[in-house]
């Protein structure tokens, strides 16, 4: 096997483990708002946060391993598409994960609680779905250019590629939000319920 091939395994490996790292942690924020119980959504937050760290620590090394190798490596270049939203994910996303986490852990003295519907609103955000799925579906088109299929830049197949990304990024936008409202609208409706209930002072 000569350096060529070499390289090309060590970047669909690199660019494999961005899209299973990156997919599974846009899933298991998409299934956050649904936990049963506190104890479940403290768990989820906090694998969520592992899975987002690992997926850092995959961008980290990409650069690494490949400066170790000889010759050209496509995995950097491969890379630079999900490091947008990514670096979206990890200044803002877990910043929201943390505050998710913190609520569900308040309950551990009850762990089989119901999850309240502020705290569920809280996990639907969209700033904690749409950066780490839209990052998954930009580690798909990672697998192309790391095996050589599609050359950065100029290549037509990457510029469709990427639109289909944009519209893929509207689509999750739009859902994330409607979703986000929906959940906070459920928080909102026992106050008015209370409101309409509340006792008149007829000695005014």
Do not use: C, K, Y
């Amino acid at each position: 096997m000569n350096a060529v091939d070499v390289n090309i395994v060590a970047d669909l490996i690199l660019a494999g483990a961005l899209v299973a790292v990156w997919l599974t942690a846009g899933l298991l924020a998409d299934a956050l708002p649904s936990a049963r119980s506190a104890l479940q959504m403290r768990h989820r937050a906090g694998l969520l946060t592992a899975l987002v760290a690992g997926g850092a620590a995959v961008f980290v090394a990409i650069p690494l391993v490949t400066g170790l190798l000889p010759g050209d490596s496509t995995a950097p270049a491969a890379a630079l598409l999900p490091a947008v939203p990514a670096l979206v994910a990890l200044t803002a996303t877990l910043r929201r994960v943390a505050q998710v986490r913190r609520g569900a852990s308040a309950f551990d003295t009850a762990p089989q609680t119901p999850v309240p519907p502020a705290l569920r609103a809280a996990a639907a955000h969209p700033l904690i779905l749409v950066p780490l799925q839209v990052t998954g579906l930009a580690t798909l088109i990672s697998l192309p250019i790391a095996g050589g299929l599609v050359e950065v830049p100029g290549a037509d197949l990457a510029g469709i590629a990427i639109t289909v990304v944009g519209v893929a990024v509207l689509a999750i936008g739009i859902r994330a939000g409607l979703r986000h409202s929906r959940l906070s609208l459920q928080v909102l409706a026992p106050i008015g319920r209370n409101r309409l209930r509340a006792p008149v002072d007829s000695s005014r």
